[in-house]
């Protein structure tokens, strides 16, 4: 591909994120306008949140696995374009359970979608620009989160809520013709079965790395699950003002995965000990600055600022492994970053919940502390790991010369 054709792929990948980003989290700012139309309690609407990021976590793997057979450019073309059509497929949705399947369905394209064309951006683009390239599609989603988000929530609290995924589909129709027409026609295939590619977490050092993501983002989530709480109830921040603190902090989530392309870059892992070293001393200053409101409100924003640092960084390394461990396998290996993602926002929550109902608010950095030191520590392992390879590696070389 040239130079100019990578980087219209770029955009256009990180154009449908922007939209599955979108799709994924603008359901929660119409959970009441959902609940009175479907006649469901508001509990019983936040089942379409869980539900969906519980399907991508465990579907996508198993989506990827079945599809493995198919070239590559068909299932990402297919996979999105049905997004789309389901998407717009919700103004039928007149009940709950139509809408529960409708949104399990969703949540499968669309980690299929994006971990796909992940793998192909790592394959198509230029090694020089594979870091940034993979920073950019994650991108999308903290794209998503600051400006589809709020914008989607406004479309569907003054048009309907069924139009902001109307909307979100109409506008995701652009992207899918640009990568339809740059994506290079590919005859990649998985050449493994599913047990094969399932094989590969009996690699003690993809399930090392595997949990860089789930201590290093739930590590976040302690923190983010109840930023709002956190600023007005912890931090005496006026509610005129929480809106303003929130835009910040997710307009630095973006710059986030400019700093995570850095990274990515050479010696990841050696960076990745560092990142995790400056969110644990962030999490250690936000503890002990809760009685100082603006430097509490600093710490919250660099902590933003670092938030998606580690993406690139483990979604390639994680490629990498998968690569060098079973060839056949980077498909599959590029649906485990989300996946860990997702684990980890589901455990840095729930640990959250139990440290507020426990001991209070106010603790929440405490506990996200000793998440950060858990990445840094299995990171750490996984530096050692690779060096013991190559150290065996470079040996068996002189062996047999």
Known sequence: MTTKKETILIF???????????????????????????G?????????????????????????????????????????????VLNALTIFAGNFALMFVIRVITAILCGLTLSLSIAAASEHIQASRRAGAVAWIIGGFSIANVLGVPVGTYIGQLLGWRAAFIVTSAVGILPLFIIASVLPKSDTVSVSSMKQQFALFANRRIRMAFLIPVLGVGSVFIVYTYITPILENVLGIPKQWTSA???????????????????????SRSKLKIVFIVQSLMMLALALTLSFTWAAVLCLMLIALFSYALSAAVQLYLIDLADASAGGSKDFASTLMPVASN????????????????????????????????????????????QEHLSIGAAARIHTM
């Open 245 to 267: 603190v929130l835009l910040g902090y997710g307009g630095l989530t973006i710059l986030s995965n400019w700093i995570g392309a850095k990274v990515a870059e050479g010696d």
């Open 40 to 84: 469901v309690s508001l509990a019983a609407a936040g089942i379409l949140v869980s539900s969906f990021a519980i399907a991508y976590a465990v579907g996508t793997p198993f989506g990827v696995s079945l599809l493995g057979r198919i070239p590559r450019h068909v299932t990402i073309l297919s996979g999105y374009a049905a997004l789309l």
């Open 343 to 386: 684990l980890g926002i589901a455990c840095g929550s729930l640990l959250g919940s139990l440290v507020v109902d426990s001991i209070g608010l106010a603790y929440l950095p405490w506990a996200a502390l000793a998440f950060s030191i858990g990445a840094f520590a299995v990171t750490a392992r996984c530096h050692q790991l690779d």
């Open 12 to 38: 256009a990948f990180t154009f449908a994120a922007f939209v599955l980003g979108t799709t994924e989290y603008v359901i929660v700012g119409l959970l009441k306008d959902i609940s009175v139309s479907l």
